[in-house]
């Protein structure tokens, strides 16, 4: 009987143990942080529905990459709409005049 217990409690201990290490991969990989062209590709197509906004795009500033908000106007509205900092990336607000393409 006393092995049995003994038994018992190593196996407990063990599938506890297993059970913690995937819990922690498991908020390991659910706090990855997206990547910028993830952020980009999330949220241009509503920043786009804003008037003014003509692009958007990846950057760096002052060494760190961030995102670009091309703009055609509109500044003030603009920047008070989109965040100045989105995912951990800095959002850098351009203003580059109408965007069309080549013919």
């Not at 529905?49 to 603009?78: L, Y």
Request: glycine share 8%.
């Amino acid at each position: 009987m006393k092995y049995f217990f003994v038994a018992f409690v190593f196996v407990f201990l063990c599938l506890t143990s297993v059970k913690s290490i995937a819990s922690t991969d498991s908020l390991r990989i659910a706090k990855k942080r997206m990547s910028i062209t993830e952020v980009l590709e999330k949220n241009t197509p509503a920043w786009m529905k804003h008037p003014g906004v003509v692009g958007t795009g990846e950057g760096r500033h002052e060494g760190k990459p961030c995102i670009i908000i091309m703009m055609n106007g509109h500044q003030a509205e603009i920047k008070k709409i989109i965040p100045k900092q989105i995912s951990g990336f800095q959002v850098i607000f351009e203003e580059t005049g109408k965007i069309s393409p080549r013919k």
